[in-house]
């Protein structure tokens, strides 16, 4: 059965960080691209950053880009997103996806999903 499960969400002021984790099992975890996904309360999730099995191609949605780092660890089934510069439109619950497929920013091409993690900035 796969598994993602995300943590580290939280509470943080805006200009601060934090480091979001995705730890998959039941999978070929350096067979799939990864994403992150994000969703706010009364909108549509969204695409956050994607990367492919290798990390060799990384996408990142516009509004994240430069402050958002994706980064993954094969040898601990692991997928990281480091959000710095953090502001209260970045407010959302976070889920990471699984794709068998090329990384994409189309929530419908994923495979598994996690539970997600709350990530509320204050202003």
């Known amino acids: 059965q796969v598994q993602l499960v995300e943590s580290g969400g939280g509470l943080v002021q805006a200009g601060g960080s934090l480091r979001l984790s995705c730890a998959a099992s039941?999978?070929?975890?350096?067979?799939?691209?990864m994403a992150w996904f994000r969703q706010a309360p009364g909108k549509n999730r969204e695409f956050v950053g994607a990367t492919s099995w290798s990390a060799g191609l990384i996408y990142y949605a516009d509004s994240v880009k430069g402050r958002f780092t994706i980064s993954r660890d094969n040898s601990k089934n692991t997928v990281y997103l480091q959000m710095n510069s953090l502001k209260p439109e970045d407010t959302a619950v976070y889920y990471c996806?699984?794709?068998?497929?090329?990384?994409?920013?189309?929530?419908?091409?994923?495979?598994?999903w996690g539970q997600g993690t709350q990530v509320t900035v204050s202003s």
């Open positions: 996806a699984a794709d068998s497929g090329p990384p994409t920013r189309y929530s419908g091409q994923y495979d598994y």
């Open positions: 039941g999978l070929t975890f350096s067979s799939y691209a």
